[in-house]
């Protein structure tokens, strides 16, 4: 999905619902905004996105995330991630926690699922991202 947020910016977005291992439904959006070209450069490519930004949404009154907290992003033994919480002082609910993936999604593979350990209060969860959506992730990033 592509919006357009004001003249000459948009936010583009991968929009999934994914099950934990306990069978709970997760809302997962990736937002990718891309920089907005400078004053002379219009034409100029873009190599990297002004922001990249991982939301997770659980069911209200279900979980509560913590923050700040880093997100841990797993694929194998030894290829382990941490993601900076983007609402380290405020979410705009207790079911909502937001990360930090600009400098970290080109690093992700793509070749197998990735593991997400949710940080939420009293517990972590996992949720499994499967290969297509991180396909797809890399492919928004890029646009």
Known sequence: RQFEEAPGQVLIQ??????????????VVLF??????????????????REVALRLVGFPGQVVFRHPATLALTASQD???QAADGFATGAPGDNVGQYDLRDLLATLPIDQPLD???PLVGETRSLRIPVAVLL????????
């Open 14 to 27: 991968s929009r999934q619902t994914l099950r934990d291992r306990l069978g709970q439904s997760w809302q």
């Open 32 to 49: 990718v905004r891309p920089a907005v070209s400078d004053r002379a450069g219009a034409d100029r490519a873009v190599s990297q996105p």
């Open 79 to 81: 290829q382990q991630w």
């Open 116 to 118: 997400l350990q949710l």
């Open 136 to 143: 797809e992730w890399r492919d928004l990033a890029r646009r």
